[in-house]
Protein backbone atom coordinates (compact mmCIF):
# COMPACT_ATOMS: atom_id res chain seq x y z
CA UNK A 1 0.00 0.00 0.00
CA UNK A 2 1.91 2.45 -1.19
CA UNK A 3 -0.46 5.75 -0.68
CA UNK A 4 -0.11 8.92 -2.20
CA UNK A 5 3.01 8.53 -5.56
CA UNK A 6 4.43 11.60 -7.13
CA UNK A 7 6.67 11.93 -9.94
CA UNK A 8 9.20 13.31 -10.68
CA UNK A 9 10.96 13.86 -7.77
CA UNK A 10 12.88 16.35 -8.89
CA UNK A 11 12.96 18.87 -11.93
CA UNK A 12 14.32 21.79 -13.47
CA UNK A 13 13.01 23.69 -15.96
CA UNK A 14 13.90 27.01 -18.32
CA UNK A 15 11.24 29.61 -18.24
CA UNK A 16 8.82 29.08 -20.83
CA UNK A 17 9.34 25.57 -20.55
CA UNK A 18 5.98 23.07 -19.73
CA UNK A 19 5.47 20.06 -17.68
CA UNK A 20 2.79 18.02 -15.81
CA UNK A 21 3.13 16.29 -12.42
CA UNK A 22 1.94 13.09 -11.91
CA UNK A 23 0.25 11.96 -8.56
CA UNK A 24 -1.32 8.18 -7.61
CA UNK A 25 -3.16 7.37 -4.50
CA UNK A 26 -4.10 3.49 -4.04
CA UNK A 27 -6.62 4.16 -1.03
CA UNK A 28 -10.05 4.75 -3.13
CA UNK A 29 -10.13 8.03 -1.89
CA UNK A 30 -12.80 10.86 -3.37
CA UNK A 31 -11.08 13.90 -2.96
CA UNK A 32 -7.36 14.90 -4.60
CA UNK A 33 -5.49 18.19 -3.77
CA UNK A 34 -2.31 20.02 -5.14
CA UNK A 35 -0.56 22.51 -2.64
CA UNK A 36 2.48 24.32 -3.37
CA UNK A 37 4.77 25.07 -0.36
CA UNK A 38 7.41 28.22 -0.14
CA UNK A 39 10.07 29.31 2.63
CA UNK A 40 8.74 31.48 5.12
CA UNK A 41 4.91 30.66 4.27
CA UNK A 42 2.61 27.30 5.24
CA UNK A 43 1.57 25.17 2.48
CA UNK A 44 -0.99 26.51 0.33
CA UNK A 45 -3.83 25.36 -1.67
CA UNK A 46 -3.55 25.52 -5.40
CA UNK A 47 -6.06 23.29 -7.03
CA UNK A 48 -8.09 20.31 -5.86
CA UNK A 49 -11.14 17.60 -7.36
CA UNK A 50 -13.81 17.35 -4.98
CA UNK A 51 -14.53 13.51 -6.45
CA UNK A 52 -13.63 11.96 -9.96
CA UNK A 53 -15.00 14.68 -12.74
CA UNK A 54 -14.60 17.59 -11.25
CA UNK A 55 -11.72 20.19 -10.39
CA UNK A 56 -12.04 23.68 -8.26
CA UNK A 57 -9.19 26.41 -7.91
CA UNK A 58 -7.88 27.07 -4.50
CA UNK A 59 -5.88 29.85 -3.41
CA UNK A 60 -3.16 30.65 -6.18
CA UNK A 61 -3.95 28.79 -9.50
CA UNK A 62 -3.13 31.36 -11.42
CA UNK A 63 -0.34 29.80 -14.00
CA UNK A 64 -1.69 25.91 -13.31
CA UNK A 65 -4.06 23.86 -14.69
CA UNK A 66 -5.06 20.26 -13.57
CA UNK A 67 -6.72 16.86 -14.71
CA UNK A 68 -8.37 14.47 -12.46
CA UNK A 69 -7.93 11.38 -14.85
CA UNK A 70 -9.66 8.96 -13.24
CA UNK A 71 -10.50 8.67 -9.34
CA UNK A 72 -7.02 7.84 -8.83
CA UNK A 73 -4.80 9.92 -10.75
CA UNK A 74 -4.53 13.58 -10.69
CA UNK A 75 -2.08 15.70 -12.56
CA UNK A 76 -0.57 19.39 -12.71
CA UNK A 77 0.46 21.15 -15.58
CA UNK A 78 2.19 24.25 -15.60
CA UNK A 79 2.24 25.72 -19.20
CA UNK A 80 4.82 28.16 -18.86
CA UNK A 81 6.97 27.82 -16.34
CA UNK A 82 8.43 31.01 -14.76
CA UNK A 83 10.44 31.17 -11.45
CA UNK A 84 8.25 32.82 -9.63
CA UNK A 85 6.59 28.80 -9.72
CA UNK A 86 10.15 27.52 -8.38
CA UNK A 87 8.40 25.52 -5.50
CA UNK A 88 8.48 22.08 -3.66
CA UNK A 89 4.68 20.63 -4.83
CA UNK A 90 2.33 18.19 -2.86
CA UNK A 91 -0.71 16.17 -4.01
CA UNK A 92 -2.78 14.90 -1.41
CA UNK A 93 -5.68 13.14 -0.80
CA UNK A 94 -8.61 11.95 1.08
CA UNK A 95 -11.81 10.26 1.65
CA UNK A 96 -14.12 12.80 1.05
CA UNK A 97 -13.39 16.76 1.11
CA UNK A 98 -14.80 17.52 4.26
CA UNK A 99 -13.68 17.68 7.67
CA UNK A 100 -11.52 14.58 6.63
CA UNK A 101 -7.57 13.83 7.03
CA UNK A 102 -5.62 14.82 3.78
CA UNK A 103 -2.70 12.28 3.46
CA UNK A 104 -0.06 14.05 1.38
CA UNK A 105 2.58 12.41 -0.83
CA UNK A 106 6.54 12.59 -0.58
CA UNK A 107 6.50 16.24 -2.82
CA UNK A 108 8.24 17.09 -6.00
CA UNK A 109 10.79 19.73 -5.82
CA UNK A 110 10.70 22.16 -9.22
CA UNK A 111 13.26 24.79 -9.88
CA UNK A 112 12.45 27.22 -12.60
CA UNK A 113 15.87 29.03 -13.91
CA UNK B 1 -10.82 34.89 6.41
CA UNK B 2 -9.32 31.80 8.24
CA UNK B 3 -6.03 32.39 10.35
CA UNK B 4 -3.27 29.87 11.46
CA UNK B 5 -0.64 31.42 14.02
CA UNK B 6 1.99 28.95 15.02
CA UNK B 7 4.57 29.73 17.84
CA UNK B 8 7.44 29.23 18.64
CA UNK B 9 9.01 29.71 15.10
CA UNK B 10 11.67 27.66 16.17
CA UNK B 11 12.21 25.16 19.53
CA UNK B 12 15.65 23.76 21.26
CA UNK B 13 14.54 20.72 23.96
CA UNK B 14 17.13 18.87 25.95
CA UNK B 15 16.53 14.94 25.36
CA UNK B 16 13.44 14.61 28.11
CA UNK B 17 12.57 18.05 28.21
CA UNK B 18 9.09 18.25 28.07
CA UNK B 19 7.51 21.72 26.51
CA UNK B 20 4.17 22.83 24.18
CA UNK B 21 3.68 23.99 20.73
CA UNK B 22 1.04 26.48 20.48
CA UNK B 23 -1.66 26.29 17.18
CA UNK B 24 -3.51 30.18 17.57
CA UNK B 25 -6.54 30.18 15.05
CA UNK B 26 -9.45 32.39 13.60
CA UNK B 27 -12.03 30.47 11.20
CA UNK B 28 -15.47 30.31 10.62
CA UNK B 29 -16.66 27.68 11.77
CA UNK B 30 -14.08 24.91 13.11
CA UNK B 31 -14.31 21.46 10.61
CA UNK B 32 -11.44 20.13 11.83
CA UNK B 33 -7.83 21.37 13.34
CA UNK B 34 -4.84 19.05 11.80
CA UNK B 35 -1.42 18.73 13.31
CA UNK B 36 1.17 17.21 10.91
CA UNK B 37 5.06 16.28 11.28
CA UNK B 38 7.15 17.07 8.36
CA UNK B 39 10.54 15.68 8.02
CA UNK B 40 13.20 17.81 5.64
CA UNK B 41 12.03 16.90 2.24
CA UNK B 42 9.58 14.97 2.95
CA UNK B 43 5.82 15.18 2.83
CA UNK B 44 3.75 16.74 5.54
CA UNK B 45 2.70 13.00 8.04
CA UNK B 46 -0.59 13.52 9.57
CA UNK B 47 -0.70 12.84 13.48
CA UNK B 48 -4.21 14.42 14.70
CA UNK B 49 -7.36 15.69 13.90
CA UNK B 50 -9.39 17.53 16.41
CA UNK B 51 -13.17 18.64 15.88
CA UNK B 52 -14.08 20.20 18.92
CA UNK B 53 -13.59 21.95 22.00
CA UNK B 54 -12.14 19.73 24.62
CA UNK B 55 -10.58 16.98 22.59
CA UNK B 56 -8.04 15.20 23.39
CA UNK B 57 -6.01 12.69 21.57
CA UNK B 58 -2.57 11.53 21.95
CA UNK B 59 0.45 8.84 20.37
CA UNK B 60 3.22 7.65 21.96
CA UNK B 61 4.89 11.40 23.30
CA UNK B 62 2.30 13.67 21.72
CA UNK B 63 -1.02 14.74 23.33
CA UNK B 64 -3.13 17.46 21.23
CA UNK B 65 -5.57 19.53 22.36
CA UNK B 66 -8.32 22.15 20.89
CA UNK B 67 -10.21 24.95 22.84
CA UNK B 68 -12.37 27.58 20.62
CA UNK B 69 -8.97 29.65 19.80
CA UNK B 70 -6.06 27.03 19.88
CA UNK B 71 -4.50 24.05 20.03
CA UNK B 72 -1.20 22.82 21.99
CA UNK B 73 0.77 20.22 20.99
CA UNK B 74 2.37 18.71 23.35
CA UNK B 75 5.56 16.51 23.91
CA UNK B 76 6.63 14.45 26.85
CA UNK B 77 10.06 13.50 27.36
CA UNK B 78 10.79 14.02 23.62
CA UNK B 79 13.68 12.62 21.92
CA UNK B 80 16.36 13.04 19.39
CA UNK B 81 13.90 11.80 16.41
CA UNK B 82 10.72 13.88 17.66
CA UNK B 83 13.31 16.74 15.66
CA UNK B 84 10.57 17.81 12.93
CA UNK B 85 8.54 20.74 12.03
CA UNK B 86 5.45 20.59 12.80
CA UNK B 87 2.30 22.00 10.99
CA UNK B 88 -1.33 23.00 12.07
CA UNK B 89 -3.89 23.53 9.50
CA UNK B 90 -7.74 24.37 10.49
CA UNK B 91 -10.36 23.49 7.96
CA UNK B 92 -13.19 26.42 8.06
CA UNK B 93 -16.61 25.99 7.08
CA UNK B 94 -16.56 28.68 4.73
CA UNK B 95 -13.33 27.29 3.03
CA UNK B 96 -14.22 24.58 1.18
CA UNK B 97 -12.30 21.72 0.59
CA UNK B 98 -9.11 23.80 1.56
CA UNK B 99 -6.90 23.36 4.82
CA UNK B 100 -5.66 26.60 6.20
CA UNK B 101 -1.80 25.77 7.31
CA UNK B 102 0.19 27.82 9.71
CA UNK B 103 4.16 27.94 8.97
CA UNK B 104 4.98 25.75 11.39
CA UNK B 105 7.38 24.93 14.17
CA UNK B 106 10.82 23.59 13.99
CA UNK B 107 11.88 21.38 16.83
CA UNK B 108 14.96 20.43 17.60
CA UNK B 109 15.90 17.42 20.14
CA UNK B 110 19.37 17.14 21.08
CA UNK B 111 20.33 14.22 22.95
Known amino acids: NAGVTQTPKFQVLKTGQSMTLQCAQD?????MYWYRQDPGMGLRLIYY???????DKGEVPNGYNVSRLNKREFSLRLESAAPSQTSVYFC????????????FGPGTRLTVL | EDQVTQSPEALRLQEGESSSLNCSYTVSGLRGLFWYRQDPGKGPEFLFT???AGEEKEKERLKATLTKKESFLHITAPKPEDSATYLCAVQGRLAGYALNFGKGTSLLVTP
Open chain 1, 27 to 31: MNHNS
Open chain 1, 92 to 103: ASSEVGSADTQY
Open chain 2, 50 to 52: LYS
Open chain 1, 49 to 55: SASEGTT
